[in-house]
């Protein structure tokens, strides 16, 4: 069994494609958030070793809800997506506490796994 | 008016027969030093006063002032019965010996404009007539003639007993009373001038002054006899007190004169500058000093659109009618309203002055108003190029949105699954067929999308075709039924059709979504060098053009190529929105 994944994205289309990548990759999709205190809340009752998550939610920032989730001692490893280009965002995406950025397109579970090891 | 000269010359004339029947009253007396000089000098002062009251009267007949200043006279004649030898008489005029004052308090409160401002003036005034009356009533009631040191005087018809306590208390009690309500009649007095345009008060100030000065000396007396002071000093204060108070008619006539001769000065250099030809920014100061208010503001009326302006081409409100302080003479040319002057409210008693002064601006305004109307042209042209840029940006920021959670998110979704679809090709070939079928329709989708938000940029069948295809698919697309009545046979500039294709795109969608309406129709035609384009519906009406910001945008769009949105939609009676564009 893969490592537990919580995706996060208001895009119903892009959570389903994503599950299908990610489990057909290995990875255990444990939980799908469709705004940032959602997210929050799953994270907490879930517990994912991953969380991928999207920049744009409807109620939070993602990069305030990376902050949040990487502000306690033990958390998951956050990847964040987009389907904008990562230089869009300039320095937020390591400010924030995520391991690394995944564009939208090329979301792989090999993209995901390279960030996650060491 | 000449129903107005018989009444006052009958008041002119029963003035002068109560002045004679006071006059052998004091004659007559047996009781009163000095008579013959008392006897003239009280005609004196009552023909003064009632003739003073009459030619303010005259002067402005709504103007309760010049009643209240008649009535003084008359009554300072009533007081005259005091020096009656018959007992009843004399105590009738005791009894309202000092009502004229109470008269006089009440005619300084209504100064100027013979209006009571307040309630609590109201009372002051009502207290002043009981105070005048109960003041006497201690003497009548409780003194003989020998404690009132009058020998001669008859003992009045009231008297109950001789009872020197309570005539004091009676009588210093009433007096203190007397010297307070005066006290304030003089601060609010003396307020009132403070805050009266400087033109009002130099037609007020001999009237307020010796009024006040009045009063002041009255207070002095009532505290005087109050405290039993010395004799010579009440002589004294009596004498002066009578003194100022025959001299407040000549002050309210020479106020009146002095105000005209300064007003006439005034006017006269005011037409002399405005003969230069005067800098457009001089011209409220010009105005203003003629007229005597710092606080004068001119504006300007603008046809298109109709509004008032500042000279800076703001818009102006102008004052109500029930405005208390402020008040507007409105200047007009040849019959057409060019600007108006708001002025103080108490200029209102001037009309021939501040008339004269604003028909002499006349031509000085007309040509400011077309400087006005440039500057409040530039200001809507900032305004509407400020809203224009703002709504770029809005749109913008909507078509990346669009394009982001649209297009962009299908295509991504796309992407992903052809990868899995390409990752199961080999060891599960149903399964990637179907999610290629499941691309396939996602595509479409995105694709559609795409083409909406194309149409809604620019449609390109517009460019391409012209108007007349491009409003056949609007109309064609909505769900409304809608007809194309007319459209130019030939092409429009792109950006005039640009604008009639938004203008109709905007007002059939507020067709669908407010009109309630079961049929439209759309024309565009070229009328007089304009292309005019018009959208009727047989809804609901009652649309408000303030509503949301689509209207306005539109507005702006037509407003940037010289042209104007007019919005008629009476309720129940269907909305028609019309646009004219220069081509």
Redesign the interface.
């Known amino acids: 069994m893969g490592p537990t994944i919580l995706i996060v994205d208001d895009?119903p289309?892009?959570r389903?494609?994503?599950r299908?990548?990610l489990e057909?990759d290995g990875f255990s999709v444990v939980g799908e958030a469709a705004d940032g205190a959602s997210a929050l809340e799953e994270c907490c009752r879930l517990r994912p070793q991953v969380v991928l998550l999207d920049v744009?939610l409807p109620d939070i920032d993602g990069f305030d809800v990376c902050e949040r989730i990487t502000s306690h001692l033990e958390h998951p490893t956050v990847i964040m997506t987009s389907?904008?280009d990562p230089a869009d965002f300039g320095p937020l995406v390591t400010s924030s506490g995520a391991c690394g950025f995944v564009p939208?397109?090329e979301?792989?579970g090999e993209r995901v796994q390279e960030l996650l090891s060491p | 008016m000449s129903g107005l000269r018989r009444a006052l010359g009958l008041v002119a004339i029963e003035g002068v027969v109560v002045g004679l029947v006071a006059l052998a009253i004091v004659l007559s007396s047996d009781h009163i030093d000095a008579r013959a000089f008392q006897a003239i000098l009280g005609l004196f002062i009552g023909w003064s006063w009632i003739g003073a009251g009459l030619i303010a009267w005259w002067r402005r007949p709504d103007n309760r002032f010049g009643v209240l200043m008649t009535a003084v006279g008359f009554a300072f004649f009533l007081s005259s019965l005091a020096a009656a030898d018959a007992a009843w008489l004399f105590t009738i005029g005791v009894l309202l010996s000092a009502v004229y004052f109470a008269v006089f308090v009440h005619m300084l409160v209504a100064y100027p404009d013979g209006r009571i401002g307040s309630d609590r003036l109201r009372n002051v005034v009502i207290a002043g007539y009981v105070i005048a009356v109960l003041g006497p009533l201690p003497s009548l009631l409780f003194a003989t003639p020998e404690r009132l040191d009058c020998d001669n005087c008859p003992q009045s018809v009231l008297f109950i007993e001789d009872n020197g306590t309570l005539y004091t208390i009676f009588d210093v009690l009433t007096s203190l009373i007397a010297v307070v309500l005066v006290g304030y009649v003089v601060f609010v007095t003396l307020a009132r001038f403070r805050d009266a345009p400087q033109a009002r008060r130099r037609a007020m100030a001999p009237v307020i002054w010796s009024g006040a000065g009045l009063l002041v000396v009255l207070a002095g007396a009532l505290l005087t006899e109050a405290v039993d002071g010395p004799e010579a000093i009440s002589d004294a204060t009596d004498l002066l007190g009578l003194f100022l108070f025959a001299l407040v008619p000549y002050g309210f006539v020479f106020g009146v004169l002095r105000s005209r001769v300064l007003q006439a000065g005034a006017v006269t250099e005011f037409l002399h500058r405005i003969g230069d030809g005067p800098d457009p920014s001089d011209l409220r100061d010009l105005l203003s000093t003629a007229l005597g208010d710092r606080s004068l503001q001119v504006v300007y009326w603008l046809d298109r659109p109709r509004k008032w302006v500042d000279a800076a081409g703001h818009p102006a409100v102008l004052p109500g009618d029930d405005d208390p302080a402020r008040a507007v003479t409105r200047v007009e040319r040849e019959g057409r309203a060019v600007g108006a002057l708001i002025h103080d409210r108490s200029l209102c008693e001037d009309p021939e002055l501040v008339g004269s002064v604003a028909a002499a601006a006349g031509l000085s305004i007309e040509n400011e108003r077309l400087q006005a109307q440039l500057r409040a042209r530039v200001e809507e042209l900032r305004a509407s190029r400020a809203r224009i840029v703002a709504a770029g940006t809005a749109e913008r920021r909507r078509l990346e949105r669009n394009l982001h959670d649209g297009a962009q998110q299908r295509l991504v979704a796309l992407s992903l699954t052809l990868r899995v679809a390409q990752s199961r090709l080999r060891k599960d070939p149903d399964g990637a067929e179907a999610m290629i079928a499941g691309a396939q329709e996602e595509l479409t989708l995105a694709l559609e999308e795409l083409r909406e938000l194309a149409r809604g940029i620019h449609p390109a069948v517009l460019s391409d075709r012209g108007l007349e295809p491009a409003l056949a698919a609007l109309a064609g697309r909505s769900p409304v039924p809608v007809a194309v009545e007319e459209t130019p046979t030939e092409r429009l500039p792109p950006a005039v059709e640009a604008a009639a294709y938004f203008v109709v795109a905007e007002a059939l969608t507020n067709v669908v979504k407010y009109a309630g309406a079961s049929q439209a129709r759309i024309s565009i035609s070229r009328t007089n060098g304009h292309a005019v384009v018009e959208v009727a519906d047989d809804g609901v009406g009652g649309a408000d053009p303030t509503r949301g910001s689509g209207l306005r945008g539109l507005a702006d769009r037509v407003s940037a190529l010289d042209g104007t949105l007019e919005l008629r939609s009476p309720q129940g009676a269907g909305t028609v929105l019309r646009a004219s564009i220069p081509v």
Do not use: D, G, I, M
Request: glycine share 0%; aromatic share 6%; no cysteine.
């Open positions: 895009h289309s892009f389903a494609s994503a299908v990548v057909s744009q389907s904008r939208k397109a979301l792989s």
